[in-house]
């Protein structure tokens, strides 16, 4: 069976040659990140041409919490605003931890980005055991992001690294979904999905991890989008073939169907 490749961040904004480059590299998705804000509105998506050659595209809500009550606020919002994936703006303690516990988000981005030094045997990742736990069992994904290695050097890149091994040695664990993307603003940017496998690889990830946070998590994630907004899925592992002679359920329940 062929598996599909998918780029979960990519800066809103992308052009029809980014879409025509996305294509050209392999990619078969790409979701499109734009800060959520109260005026937030999702644009249309829709790309590439006719038939399998067509780029599925999805449209990303990525909030910036100030409190950890704010998580949850923010991402019922965003998912009632039309956003297919919710993206928590990680390294802060307190919002890592209220992000790892709330169903309707879909990944933490960078949540590495903690203040502080490590301890001496311990990297401190901004994910802990008991965080790795709860997001497997939410389907919540770490982001490994090409863009905030690119966008620092020396000892500051040599930390941000050892952050990444930690919390992908926490993602085998606890078997935690773990999503690499490019971060790309520009067709510059942008990655074959072979490249990010490769960057997951110099991590630490064995060949198979590194394909599934290219192929198989961000298709899950995906596939959690698509449950939210389906009336014939009333709960997680419970769904409608068919509803005969009812009308069937027009108000779909967003929240609290998992």
Known sequence: MTKSFYDLHVIQGITGEQTAISRSLGLDGVCAVRPFESEYTVVDTASGTAGQNRLQMLSGALISAKNPEDVQKKARSALECGADLILIEGGDEEINRAASECWEVDVICHPERVSGKDPLDQKNSGVDDVMARFMAERGIAIEIRLSELLSCYGVVRA????????NIR??????????????????????????????????????????????????????????????????????????????GNPRKKMFGWY
């Open 170 to 247: 926490l993602a085998k664990k606890y078997k935690t979904p773990i999503i690499i993307t490019s971060g790309a603003r520009d067709r510059l940017g942008m990655r074959a999905p072979q490249d990010l496998s490769s960057l997951g690889i110099t991590l630490g990830m064995d060949v198979g991890q590194a394909k599934k946070a290219v192929s198989d998590f961000p298709a899950m994630l995906i596939k959690k989008s698509s449950d939210r907004r389906d009336s014939d899925v009333l709960l997680a592992g419970l769904e409608v073939v068919s509803w005969g002679t009812s009308k």
């Open 159 to 166: 930390q941000v690294m050892g952050r990444m091994r930690q």
